[in-house]
C-alpha cells in the first residue's frame, strides 16, 4: 500500500516531503481559513447559505455546535488525529481481530480511536465508557453522525467509576483497551476496574492492552503485580512499540491475557 501510495505522489510530480516554505506557498482552496475564524463565520451565517433562525430547526435533524463542526475537539489530543488510525491498526493485526468479536475502550474521548473500531465491527460490537462530558458531546453529537455510523449502534456509556454493569451480565471481550486513560485514574480505582473486568475477558485468545505505562503495576514491585494478576486470573505477556503511518512517532503498549478459564 505504502509504495502504491508513493508511485501515485511520483505520477503527479508531487513531494514526499515538502519543505515549510513551499507548503504555505501552496493554493489553499477558495476560501482558507483559520479554525476560529470558520468558527465566527458559522456563527454569524457568512459565506453559506442557511435558513433563517425560525426555520432552522425544521430542516436540520441534529443540530450540532459549532465547536464541534469546525473540529475544534481533534486539537485535544497532543498529537495529530491521524493518530487513532495507528492505534487501531496495530491493537486490530496484535489481537487478530475479526468483525464479529466484542471491543471495550476505557476512556474513548472524541472516538479517536473507537470510530475505526466501530466502522469495522458488527453493529454493537463496540462498547465505551468515557467520563468527560465535551468528549461525549464530540463522540455522539458529530463523529458517529458525520461518519456515518449511527447505524453501527455503539454502546457509549458515560462514567469514571470502572462501573461496566450497563454493558450487561453476559457480555464477553475478545479485546478490552485503554489508551492513556490509565495514567490519570487512581491505582486503586484500576486494579478495582481489572477485577470487574477479568471475568468478562475471553479466556486464552481475548486480551487486555494498556498505553504508556502500567505504574499501577511496577509501582507495586514485581512480585506483588505479578501476585495480584494471578489473584484475578490474568497474566502478562508483553511490552509493544509500534510505529505511526503518517508522523515521526510511536507509542508503548503493554499486553496482558487470562490464560485459563
Same mark, same amino acid.
Given at each position: 500500500?505504502?509504495?502504491? +501510495?508513493?508511485?501515485? *505522489?511520483?505520477?503527479?510530480? *508531487?513531494?514526499? *516531503?515538502? /519543505?515549510?516554505?513551499?507548503?504555505?506557498? +501552496?493554493?489553499?482552496?477558495?476560501?482558507?481559513?483559520?479554525? &476560529?475564524?470558520? #468558527?465566527?463565520? +458559522?456563527?454569524? =451565517?457568512?459565506?453559506?447559505?442557511?435558513?433563517?433562525?425560525?426555520?432552522?430547526?425544521?430542516?436540520?435533524?441534529?443540530?450540532?455546535?459549532?465547536? #464541534?463542526?469546525?473540529?475544534?475537539?481533534?486539537?485535544?489530543?497532543?498529537?495529530?488525529?491521524?493518530?487513532? @488510525?495507528?492505534?487501531?491498526?496495530?491493537?486490530?493485526?496484535?489481537?487478530?481481530?475479526?468483525?464479529?468479536?466484542?471491543? *471495550?475502550?476505557?476512556?474513548?474521548?472524541?472516538?479517536?480511536?473507537?470510530?475505526?473500531?466501530?466502522?469495522?465491527? %458488527?453493529?454493537?460490537?463496540? =462498547?465505551?465508557?468515557?467520563?468527560?462530558?465535551?468528549?461525549?458531546?464530540?463522540?455522539? @453529537?458529530?463523529?458517529?453522525?458525520?461518519?456515518?455510523? +449511527?447505524?453501527?449502534?455503539?454502546?457509549?456509556?458515560?462514567?469514571?467509576?470502572?462501573?461496566?454493569?450497563?454493558?450487561?451480565?453476559?457480555?464477553?471481550?475478545?479485546?478490552?483497551? /485503554?489508551?492513556?486513560?490509565?495514567?490519570?485514574?487512581?491505582?486503586?480505582?484500576?486494579?478495582?476496574?481489572? &477485577?470487574?473486568?477479568?471475568?468478562?475477558?475471553?479466556?486464552?485468545?481475548?486480551?487486555?492492552?494498556?498505553?504508556?505505562?502500567?505504574?499501577?503495576?511496577?509501582?507495586?514491585?514485581?512480585?506483588?503485580?505479578?501476585?495480584?494478576?494471578?489473584?484475578?486470573?490474568?497474566?502478562?505477556?508483553?511490552?509493544?512499540?509500534?510505529?505511526? #503511518? #503518517?508522523? %515521526?512517532?510511536?507509542?508503548?503498549?503493554?499486553?496482558?491475557?487470562?490464560?485459563?478459564?
Amino acid at each position: 500500500d505504502v509504495a502504491w +501510495l508513493k508511485a501515485q *505522489l511520483a505520477s503527479n510530480s *508531487l513531494a514526499l *516531503l515538502a /519543505s515549510a516554505d513551499a507548503w504555505h506557498e +501552496l493554493r489553499k482552496g477558495i476560501n482558507p481559513r483559520t479554525r &476560529e475564524r470558520q #468558527l465566527f463565520d +458559522l456563527n454569524r =451565517h457568512h459565506g453559506i447559505s442557511h435558513y433563517p433562525e425560525e426555520e432552522a430547526t425544521n430542516h436540520t435533524a441534529l443540530p450540532c455546535p459549532g465547536e #464541534l463542526l469546525v473540529e475544534e475537539h481533534h486539537s485535544n489530543y497532543g498529537e495529530p488525529w491521524a493518530g487513532g @488510525r495507528d492505534v487501531f491498526e496495530f491493537l486490530a493485526n496484535t489481537s487478530a481481530l475479526a468483525p464479529r468479536d466484542q471491543v *471495550l475502550e476505557i476512556g474513548c474521548g472524541t472516538l479517536r480511536v473507537g470510530l475505526h473500531f466501530i466502522r469495522f465491527l %458488527n453493529a454493537g460490537r463496540f =462498547h465505551c465508557l468515557e467520563q468527560d462530558e465535551l468528549s461525549l458531546m464530540a463522540a455522539l @453529537r458529530y463523529e458517529l453522525p458525520s461518519q456515518g455510523l +449511527l447505524y453501527k449502534r455503539p454502546m457509549i456509556v458515560r462514567g469514571g467509576d470502572m462501573d461496566f454493569s450497563k454493558f450487561g451480565d453476559t457480555v464477553m471481550y475478545d479485546l478490552i483497551y /485503554s489508551s492513556a486513560a490509565f495514567l490519570h485514574i487512581p491505582r486503586d480505582l484500576v486494579w478495582a476496574g481489572l &477485577e470487574r473486568l477479568a471475568g468478562k475477558l475471553r479466556p486464552q485468545t481475548g486480551r487486555i492492552f494498556v498505553s504508556h505505562n502500567i505504574k499501577f503495576c511496577t509501582r507495586l514491585g514485581g512480585d506483588e503485580c505479578t501476585r495480584r494478576l494471578t489473584e484475578l486470573g490474568l497474566e502478562y505477556v508483553g511490552k509493544h512499540t509500534h510505529d505511526s #503511518l #503518517l508522523f %515521526n512517532h510511536y507509542e508503548i503498549w503493554f499486553e496482558f491475557r487470562r490464560p485459563k478459564v
